[in-house]
């Protein structure tokens, strides 16, 4: 009990220090759209009947993807910074008058993106005239050198100091080189903007006739990003899939799929040391990569002035006696022990707190995965990543780790104080293996999962159920059969394919508001049951079951239920009524309830018109067990369950009747 006290008082007040803790940060990106405007880009594809073939130009297509981006950007990561650079234009704007980079337009300029920064991209969209005007191919395009020497000036102007910068570079040309020499000044340029820490992201476009082949310009000028990035390491393909109509992946799709993939935000929760033994350690970062969302309000806002403003909230402390504004200075922290208060100095609450030891992450051991059980888990798991700030070679040491633990099949005991002030915990470190999809993206990177484990007194029995009856072979292979039809493609669930619909619908009104669009009626719900394909599927096995299942239960049903164990319900006694002539006492309420049931309906009960005018009268639920059960029992529905499932037979029964 002593040692559960101490943990909760090395909590207390851990939030704001949390926060402003300086290994606890999100990761904020600049990314820098860099499009090709030329012929090709701006072809549409030939007319199809097929609805999902092609409708978009390649230019279209991607500035649509920039447009849905920025959109959700805009919510998920409000700080992050994001522009559009079209080169290859027969005009030239740079926003700032300075005309050194032909043929370069920036549509968007890198910032944080506002409501009036989507607003104009929409109308370009939808506005034809306007776009032709601005997409107009120049007759010669410019080198990709001076595209990144362009992309070089924004980044240090705009995002100067960005943790993550990104220039997402669209073509479909794969050798934009005139002579040898523009290649060659191409990746000195190229070199710049990795000495700036700044990644370039190649997203190619293959013709229908011609797919993208990166061996002859793109593989000198882009490569992988560098191990000790958050984000490394990422496969990278020599070519990509051609574009088809009717082939069910449009072009915009492609693009959404590997842009998120890439653009995903990585947030530090910690950065620490691990000690793998006596004086080895390396560095590691722990990230969040699952994390349920919910609905953040960020701010508040006064509306009583002439425009709306964000309020700047501060906090004080008063005095209950005298409502004089007390200082910082005079607090005093005190915690409750047996009705008394105990106070403590800043210096012993510090004490107290750090008494465990510096933050650090230690291997004490390892045991097989098997031993592991899947409900000795109580938080959140945490991905662990090597990082290279600290320690010169933890990606290597890292990786020999983690694929030992995989080949061995083995975890890591780990003793774990994530940061100061925290409370020391017992974790797993669990070998994790990197994961693809069927486009090749990489879904999950490889690295280690820390699981917390609980202590001896987090651990409670759980009460002894009941035995079940059991169901019979017959049920069981027809219920086998509709499992099988009711499968998910490729047996996998997939939860990035069902956003949370409560979610996405804040989304989509703050997004409708923002715009000035009209707000919208109906929430796109993709977690409710798609209703005709089970029908389609399963229909005719989900019928013969419940056939199976009503000559099961007539005839071992009930015997199988009354023979589980009820617990004995405490009743009141009835109400009697004794005659003076008979000995017995007679119930009273139950004589008197059979003979209305008898003058009012006749010897036979309700009839079904009956039945449905007591229902459209809301009077239903006043009808009594007995007389419910006798109407179902006549009709040969089952008559088990309580009063309120009766009250629902008899309500689908009538349904049915058309009653």
Request: with cysteine.
């Amino acid at each position: 009990m002593a040692d559960t006290q101490d943990n909760r008082l090395g909590e207390e007040e851990d939030d704001e220090e949390e926060i402003d803790d300086a290994s606890y940060k999100t990761i904020r990106d600049a990314v820098l759209f860099a499009i090709d405007i030329s012929a090709s880009m701006l072809e549409r594809p030939p007319p199809s009947d097929d609805k999902k073939a092609e409708r978009d130009s390649p230019a279209s297509a991607a500035l649509k993807c920039a447009y849905h981006l920025m959109q959700q950007r805009i919510i998920s990561n409000p700080k992050d910074m994001m522009g559009i650079l079209l080169y290859g234009t027969e005009k030239t704007d740079l926003k700032d008058g300075d005309n050194t980079f032909q043929h370069c337009y920036l549509l968007a300029d890198l910032d944080v993106p506002s409501a009036q920064d989507v607003k104009q991209l929409r109308d370009l969209l939808e506005n034809e005239e306007e776009a032709e005007e601005i997409l107009k191919p120049a007759k010669e395009a410019p080198t990709i050198a001076s595209v990144l020497f362009c992309a070089n000036q924004i980044f240090t102007t705009k995002a100067p100091n960005f943790s993550s910068r990104r220039l997402f570079l669209v073509t479909d040309n794969d050798n934009p080189a005139r002579v040898k020499q523009d290649k060659d000044t191409a990746i000195t340029r190229a070199r710049d903007l990795y000495d700036l820490d700044c990644t370039i992201d190649l997203f190619p476009i293959s013709k229908p006739d011609h797919g993208f082949d990166r061996t002859r310009f793109y593989d000198d000028l882009v490569y992988p990003t560098s191990p000790s990035d958050p984000d490394a390491p990422v496969a990278i393909a020599t070519t990509t899939k051609v574009a088809k109509s009717g082939d069910g992946l449009t072009l915009l799709k492609q693009l959404l799929a590997s842009i998120n993939s890439k653009a995903a935000p990585r947030r530090a929760l910690f950065s620490l040391p691990l000690e793998l033994g006596p004086g080895m350690r390396i560095g590691v970062k722990g990230f969040i990569l699952i994390k349920r969302q919910e609905h953040v309000k960020s701010c508040y806002v006064w509306v009583g002035g002439e425009k709306p403003q964000i309020v700047q909230s501060s906090t004080s402390h008063m005095a209950d006696d005298t409502a004089r504004v007390v200082e910082k200075t005079e607090l005093r922290k005190a915690y409750k022990f047996g009705g008394d208060t105990i106070t403590f100095t800043p210096e012993e609450i510090t004490q107290i707190r750090q008494c465990f030891g510096e933050p650090i992450m230690r291997i004490v051991g390892f045991k097989p995965l098997s031993l592991l059980p899947l409900w000795a888990n109580i938080g959140k798991a945490t991905f662990v990543y090597p990082s290279e700030v600290d320690f010169i070679g933890s990606t290597r040491v890292f990786s020999a780790l983690q694929q030992k633990l995989i080949k061995s099949k083995k975890m890591a005991l780990t003793w774990f104080v994530p940061r100061k002030n925290a409370s020391p915990v017992m974790a797993a470190l669990i070998p994790g293996e990197e994961r693809y999809d069927e486009n090749g993206e990489q879904t999950m990177p490889p690295g280690l999962w820390l699981v917390p484990l609980p202590f001896a007194d987090d651990l409670r029995q759980c009460p002894e159920q009941p035995a079940e009856p059991r169901t019979t072979d017959e049920l069981t292979d027809k219920m086998r059969i509709i499992v099988e039809q009711l499968q998910l493609p490729k047996g996998v669930y997939d939860p990035s394919k069902y956003p949370n619909p409560d979610l996405q619908w804040f989304y989509r009104i703050l997004q409708a508001m923002a715009l000035e669009e009209e707000v919208p009626t109906k929430p796109d719900d993709k977690t409710l049951p798609k209703y005709k394909q089970i029908d389609k599927r399963a229909g005719e096995y989900i019928t013969a079951y419940g056939e199976e299942f009503e000559k099961v239960f007539a005839t071992v049903g009930h015997s199988a239920l009354s023979s589980r164990p009820k617990a004995a319900a405490k009743k009141r006694p009835a109400a009697v009524a004794v005659d003076d002539d008979e000995d017995e006492p007679k119930p009273k309420k139950r004589v008197k309830k059979e003979a209305i049931v008898k003058d009012e309906y006749g010897d036979d009960g309700l009839t079904d018109q009956q039945m449905a005018a007591i229902n459209d009268k809301g009077q239903i639920s006043k009808q009594t067990v007995a007389i419910l059960k006798e109407y179902l029992g006549a009709r040969g529905q089952p008559i088990s369950g309580k009063k309120a499932d009766l009250i629902e037979r008899v309500q689908d029964y009538l349904e049915n009747k058309g009653l």
